[in-house]
């Protein structure tokens, strides 16, 4: 069974980087798009970026500035950074996997990262 | 940018069908997916390429698309359906998020 596992500081200060891990257990990071998918407390789903196990990327337009997502085969893990973060960027901060035009099919606990002084 | 809107809540009798639209700029031309999210939990995929169901996900669970909607039909919903739903797409290589729909089960 593959599991997600997020981790990484619950409380960045505003104008600091917010970095996220996500640890991949029961399976291989080969041949999937592996994603950070965030929610604002109360609101809805809004997608992050993707690196698919060959090392391509895709980032959300929005956000595209300030991420930068990459990948670790050795130690089955994929890392968020995220600069420049404010208020905004609080969120709970999933992890998932899909193939390339289908769902996200793992998921991640999440992680609440909180933007505050 | 491409965007999902969803009915912001449905609500349905136990027993009856909720449907759940997801209305999009020629959704039809592309796959959708749909979730679900229960209340601090991560959401679970339902529905994925328009009608499929994943293993392990109720019959009662159905989808559809065409022209500029797509649709998730819950039939005869039970209490522990009662759960926000969000439907997804895939524009350009991103992803997108519908809005989401609260649905409450009376």
């Known amino acids: 069974q593959v599991q997600l596992q997020e981790s990484g500081p619950g409380l960045v200060k505003p104008s600091e980087t917010l970095s996220l891990t996500c640890t991949v257990s029961?399976?291989?990071?080969?041949?999937?798009?592996w994603s950070w998918i965030r929610q604002p407390p109360g609101k809805g789903l809004e997608w992050i970026a993707y690196?698919?196990?060959?090392?391509?990327?895709n980032y959300n337009p929005s956000l595209k500035s300030r991420v930068t997502i990459s990948l670790d085969t050795s130690k089955n893990q994929f890392s968020l950074n995220l600069n420049s973060v404010t208020a905004a960027d609080t969120a709970v901060y999933y992890c998932?996997?899909?193939?390339?035009?289908?769902?996200?099919?793992?998921w991640g606990q999440g992680t609440l990262v909180t933007v505050s002084s | 940018s491409y965007e999902l809107t969803q009915p912001p809540s449905v609500s349905v009798s136990p027993g009856q069908t909720a449907t759940i639209t997801c209305s999009g700029d020629?959704?039809?031309?592309?796959?959708t997916c749909w979730y679900q999210q229960k209340p601090g939990q991560s959401p679970v995929l339902i529905i994925y390429?328009?009608?499929k169901r994943p293993s392990g996900i109720p019959e009662r669970f159905s989808g559809s698309n065409s022209g500029n909607t797509a649709t998730l039909t819950i039939s005869g919903t039970q209490a522990m359906d009662e759960a926000d739903y969000y439907c997804?797409?895939?524009?350009?290589?991103?992803?997108?998020f519908g809005t989401g729909t609260k649905v409450t089960v009376l």
């Open positions: 998932a996997r899909s193939l390339y035009g289908a769902g996200f099919d793992y």
């Open positions: 029961g399976g291989s990071i080969s041949s999937y798009y």
């Open positions: 690196i698919y196990y060959s090392g391509s990327t």
């Open positions: 020629k959704l039809g031309g592309k796959y």
């Open positions: 390429q328009d009608n």
């Open positions: 997804q797409a895939w524009d350009s290589s991103t992803a997108v």
